[in-house]
């Protein structure tokens, strides 16, 4: 797998999916205009994924804020990490960290949880 | 020009306006005013759940005029507007814009059916619209009222006025981010 790097701005996350450390970590905002341009090369990394047995990966949630169109798409990325555990080929584990005085970020990764069949751990900071 | 600068000023203190915006919208100038309020809102010591909701709030609200704000010919001198005011247990979001005559019915039975619905129900919609919408050309997800319905527990408010045109009326969103949450 390659890695994948896309640096924070004010309006979308870092993207750093590290083939090394074996992490997949979205870091910060997001509200970006076009959320289907922004996150297709996220996809198109968990389709090859996907296709590559790799043992073990973590996603790693650090996100301050999305918006609703990213709320969609964070759904399909969780989604697509779901197949790809339920495949057997690659485990997953989604860690997803929050300020724990933000209990409507807390409520969100509880629903998201629920929607997916992976080992999925929220976490107050 | 005096008289009017007077009595815009005098409207904006009485009413203790946080921000009032009127003009084109685009995602710099949400941006813009986003970094604005969040720097006012963390000078003037308010909860931070409460600063993230109205930040929240701000986006969709924002976000949905930058998507939905263009008009064609004539009727284009009319601008959208954002206001943020802060009254004693509440602060107000309002927004407004011109809206297409034919996609008033559409919108009024979203924002009827969000304020229906009560907390488990508005989950309940939310997970249903998510996993069933696909995001449309402008690049929205159809979410927005029931998310803002969701964080601030409140209804939204909302109604359409006149402006003279024979496609378009002015569509004016208010909704209410409380100081103190249970």
């Given at each position: 797998m390659e890695n994948l790097f896309i640096a924070k701005t004010d309006d979308t996350p870092e993207i750093d999916f590290n083939s090394e450390t074996k992490e997949m970590k979205m870091t910060g905002r997001s509200l970006p205009e076009d959320v289907t341009t922004f996150y297709q090369p996220v996809l198109d990394w968990l389709d090859e994924l996907e296709a590559t047995p790799s043992g073990e990966y973590k996603c790693i949630m650090n996100l301050e804020y999305f918006n609703t169109a990213s709320s969609k798409l964070i759904l399909d990325i969780l989604m697509r990490l779901e197949d790809i555990h339920l495949d057997g080929n690659t485990a997953i584990e989604i860690i997803w960290n929050y300020d724990e005085r933000d209990t409507d970020m807390e409520e969100a990764a509880e629903e998201y949880s629920e929607l997916v069949e992976v080992p999925f751990k929220i976490v107050g900071i | 020009m005096e008289t009017a600068l007077k009595e815009i000023h005098s409207i904006m203190n009485d009413e203790h306006a946080v921000l009032v915006y009127s003009g084109e919208f685009n995602q710099d100038i949400v941006k813009s005013m986003l970094s604005y309020t969040e720097g006012k809102l963390d000078s003037s010591g308010i909860d931070n759940l409460v600063k993230k909701k109205i930040f929240n709030v701000m986006v969709e609200q924002l976000q949905n005029i930058t998507k939905h704000q263009y008009v064609d010919g004539e009727?284009?001198?009319i601008q959208p507007c954002f206001v943020l005011i802060e009254e004693d247990t509440y602060y107000n979001i309002v927004t407004g814009n011109p809206i297409k005559i034919d996609t008033i019915d559409m919108v009024s039975e979203r924002i009827d059916k969000v304020n229906s619905l009560d907390a488990p129900g508005l989950k309940a919609l939310y997970k249903e619209a998510r996993l069933n919408s696909r995001i449309s050309d402008?690049?929205?997800?159809?979410l927005g009222f029931i998310d803002v319905a969701r964080k601030t527990e409140n209804k939204l408010d909302y109604s359409f006025y006149d402006i003279n045109s024979d496609n378009y009326k002015y569509f004016t969103l208010k909704t209410q981010v409380n100081k103190i949450i249970e």
């Open positions: - | 009727d284009s001198t402008v690049g929205g997800a159809g």
